[in-house]
């Protein structure tokens, strides 16, 4: 079974500070990585994406992600946060080797980002 | 601009009404999902389908089931709504083809605020 964990229910950084959402992961083999955000009454835009290649992966909005396969990690990370970046961010996760219809992401259950003045 | 449209953004309906909420995808995809998101829970997956007459149960598949007669369509349906089943629904789309740009990831619709009273 395949499953995310994203420690951290809320993280809070002033603006223009570096901040770094963490995520976690177990799957069978080689994962596919993804990361969504969510602003209020909205539903899940994506944001980037790891499917094979170079372990940092740029993304829209300045955000960037690293794979690091020895600690089956994949942190958010953008060096200069801004206010509007404020809402919840997924990390999502699924195996390349199909394992039945369907092609499923599992989610983590989302961390709020709060970026104040 | 390819999208996943939901009929409703917020709806309300009565304790034992039956309640139909609509999904509909112009991105040609052969995986369609249903997810209900409610706080500390993250996204829990209701039904999937990944062919047209084709469904799956997710997580929580009790009290709710589905439909999909085209391809671009997957309706979700409250038999009889329960005060528990008050959520945010999402629905998402996608590919199963290894190519082009979606490579297995989904994309969402804006989500229906349902509220059964």
């Known amino acids: 079974a395949q499953s995310v964990a994203q420690p951290e229910d809320q993280v809070n950084v002033a603006e223009g500070n570096p901040l770094t959402v963490k995520c976690t992961y177990s799957v069978s083999g080689n994962p596919y990585l993804f990361w969504y955000v969510q602003y209020p009454n909205r539903g899940l835009q994506f944001l980037l994406k790891y499917i094979t290649g170079d372990n940092l992966v740029k993304g829209s909005y300045g955000f960037e992600a690293e794979f690091n396969k020895s600690q089956t990690s994949f942190h958010l990370k953008k060096p200069s946060a801004l206010v509007s970046d404020s809402a919840l961010y997924f990390c999502a996760v699924r195996g390349v080797i199909l394992t039945g219809g369907g092609n499923k992401l599992t989610f983590g259950t989302g961390t709020q980002l709060k970026v104040e003045l | 601009d390819v999208k996943v449209t939901q009929s409703s953004r917020y709806l309300v309906k009565r304790t034992g009404e039956k309640v139909f909420l609509e999904c509909v995808q112009d991105m040609d995809h052969e995986n369609m999902f249903w997810y209900r998101q409610d706080p500390g829970l993250g996204l829990r997956l209701i039904y999937f389908?990944?062919?047209?007459?084709?469904?799956e149960k997710g997580d929580i598949p009790e009290g709710y089931s589905v439909s999909r007669e085209k391809k671009e369509r997957f309706s979700l349906i409250l038999e009889s709504a329960s005060t528990n089943q008050t959520s945010m629904y999402l629905c998402?789309?996608?590919?199963?083809?290894?190519?082009?740009?979606?490579?297995?990831?989904?994309?969402f619709g804006s989500g229906t605020r349902l509220t059964v009273v």
């Open positions: 998402a789309s996608s590919s199963s083809r290894r190519q082009g740009l979606s490579n297995y990831g989904y994309t």
């Open positions: 389908s990944y062919d047209v007459k084709m469904k």
